[in-house]
């Protein structure tokens, strides 16, 4: 079973409502050409799937599929007169639709998974041959903060590391995508850089920069005996005065990657 930290909620819902194409996938868009018809595997609550529907227009067709139930609850509210958006509640391994897509696509989904080559493998079985599936994920190793963060937030991100890591999760899984997708049986294989920068002075950079904060909000590395409550409670306290007073910049690490199945 895959775990994840996030848990269902109005809070990580509208997180993910805030997340568009042009911002949060912008590397996507010159692959989106009217009448594709494209699945999004774990769309959240279907905010970039909704930007993907207006690319492909009313000839294409977009199928958003989350395991998270609310997500998809409240996506089907928010976007209900997007005609060509369609958001499904299942697991992308249960997920067996009656026709192929053109292109699939994947955002901050694998980094989550314990099997990727799996799911990967599973993509290619949906896709019509020549489809293309393009995954954006991270390399979370290799996240910049400017200047350091409070040691206690360091110690805790390291945790949080430590904890993916021991749930079988891949903390620089942007870096081993492309053997994956060689393993998986695509070709034509290219990794593009698509790095999420936020700046001190831009509107969003207090909510983003602060993710870390609300990722420390959760107790679940607390009740499975990595972190004292103490030193997590630490960690937002000082961690949400640094990005409030010291931050000047916060740069995550992130790769596209692109294979094609066969014709
Ligand atoms: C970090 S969120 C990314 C949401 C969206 N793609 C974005 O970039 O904002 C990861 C999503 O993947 C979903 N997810 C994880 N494993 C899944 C699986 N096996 N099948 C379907 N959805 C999955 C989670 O429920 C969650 O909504």
Redesign the pocket.
Known sequence: M?K?I?REGKG?AK??DE?SLEA??ATLSPLLTPGLRVL??????G??SKDIAAKVGSAGHVTG????EY?IQSGKETYADVKNLELIY??????QPDEKFDLIV????L???NNPVE?LKKMYSLLKPGGIVSI?DYNHEALEWQPQPPPSMLRFYATFLRWRGDAGMNNHIAEDLPGYFEEAGFTGIVSLDADEVYKKGQPNFVNKAGIWAKVAMSKQMVEEGYIDDELRLLAIDEYTEWVENDAERMTMKLKEIRGTKPA
Not at 90 to 95: H, I, M, N, S, V
């Open positions: 895959n994840t996030h990580t997180l993910f997340r949060d996938y999004d595997v774990g769309c959240g609550t905010a970039i599929i989350d395991n998270t997500f299942t697991d992308l391994f249960a997920y994947a955002a901050r989904v980094q989550w998974l799911a954006l």
